[in-house]
Nanobody, 125 residues
Framework: QGQLVESGGGTVQAGGSLRLSCVAS????????RAWFRQTPGKEREFVAV????????YYADSAKGRFTISRDNVMNTIYLQMISLKPEDTAVYFC??????????????????WGQGTQVTVSS
């Protein structure tokens, strides 16, 4: 079994910053790609950012470009999502995900084998 545990969510004012963390354990440790998604009530989970094992390939959703930075520390089995210049529309539950099969379609939720429980990010205006 694998497990992912997120932390770092909270409530900030617009323009503020947060850093999310996601620690992997078990079979999730062997993930090739690790990603962040987010979801608001009544909407589908949407892709935010992905990073491969070595960190050499990183992709962002258009909404995240220039404001969010994904990184990973393989020694600590952790990925991070540094978010700056937060907007009220960034309010969502943020989930981390792990793909142990190196599937190419990183924007699809069904490309990932393991998911965290989610951490709430609320940005007030």
């Amino acid at each position: 079994q694998g497990q992912l545990v997120e932390s770092g969510g909270g409530t900030v004012q617009a323009g503020g910053s947060l850093r999310l963390s996601c620690v992997a354990s078990g079979r999730a440790l062997s993930a090739f790609n690790r990603a962040w998604f987010r979801q608001t009530p009544g909407k589908e989970r949407e892709f935010v950012a992905v990073i491969n094992f070595s960190g050499s390939h990183i992709y962002y959703a258009d909404s995240a470009k220039g404001r969010f930075t994904i990184s990973r520390d393989n020694v600590m089995n952790t990925i991070y999502l540094q978010m700056i210049s937060l907007k009220p529309e960034d309010t969502a539950v943020y989930f981390c995900a792990a793909d142990t099969m190196a599937r190419g379609e990183y924007r699809r939720t069904d490309s990932y084998d393991y998911w965290g429980q989610g951490t709430q990010v609320t940005v007030s205006s």
